[in-house]
T-cell receptor
């Protein structure tokens, strides 16, 4: 079964500081990986996705993520955080082959940005 | 605006009551999904429909039924609501199953008392 772990429930960073949110997945074959962001009271918005090829992917709002097969990780990064980035972030995975082909989400990381 | 529309946005039910959550998308997507979101648990898949005419169980299907009414609409029914079904419910759609990004609705906040 596919699963996703986000080890950090809550992270606080200062505005302008760099950010890294961790995501580990458990799935043997190459997965499709995603990061979503959820602002309070809203649905989820896709930030970026990885299917294959270049392991560093760029997304919207200045975010990027790096796929590391050896570590089963897909960490989200941003060089300089803005106050508007405060939200909850979800990593998600789906199988690239057969079987259930709907996204499995991690439990989320809530980001707080200090002025 | 194009997207996924969920109704209602808020609902309070008494234990044992039934209700249907509605979801419609106007992006001509083939696949649709229902998730529930609970604090600390992320989003858990209830049911999904890979294409019109098909539905499959997800991680937490017990107590729910779904209907893919047509390509646009995918409803979620609670036949006999229980307090454990208090949650925020999200509908989503995608071009197909697998590696396509989802478009989410804004959610339905359901409270069962």
């Amino acid at each position: 079964a596919q699963s996703v772990t986000q080890p950090d429930i809550h992270i606080t960073v200062s505005e302008g500081a760099s950010l890294e949110l961790r995501c580990n997945y458990s799935y043997g074959a190459t997965p499709y990986l995603f990061w979503y962001v959820q602002s309070p009271g809203q649905g989820l918005q896709l930030l970026l996705k990885y299917f294959s090829g270049d392991t560093l992917v760029q997304g919207i709002k200045g975010f990027e993520a790096e796929f590391k097969r050896s570590q089963s990780s897909f960490n989200l990064r941003k060089p300089s955080v803005h106050w508007s980035d405060a939200a909850e972030y979800f990593c998600a995975v789906v199988r690239g082959d057969t079987g259930r082909r709907a996204l499995t989400f991690g439990s989320g990381t809530r980001l707080q940005v200090q002025p | 605006n194009a997207g996924v529309t969920q109704t209602p946005k808020f609902q309070v039910l008494k234990t044992g009551q039934s209700m249907t959550l509605q979801c419609a998308q106007d992006m001509n997507h083939n696949s649709m999904y229902w998730y529930r979101q609970d604090p600390g648990m992320g989003l858990r898949l209830i049911y999904y429909s890979a294409s019109e005419g098909t539905t499959d169980k997800g991680e937490v299907p017990n107590g729910y039924n779904v209907s893919r009414l047509n390509k646009r609409e995918f409803s979620l029914r609670l036949e006999s609501a229980a307090p454990s079904q208090t949650s925020v419910y999200f509908c989503a759609s995608s071009e197909a199953v697998g590696g396509y990004g989802y478009t989410f609705g804004s959610g339905t906040r359901l409270t069962v008392v």
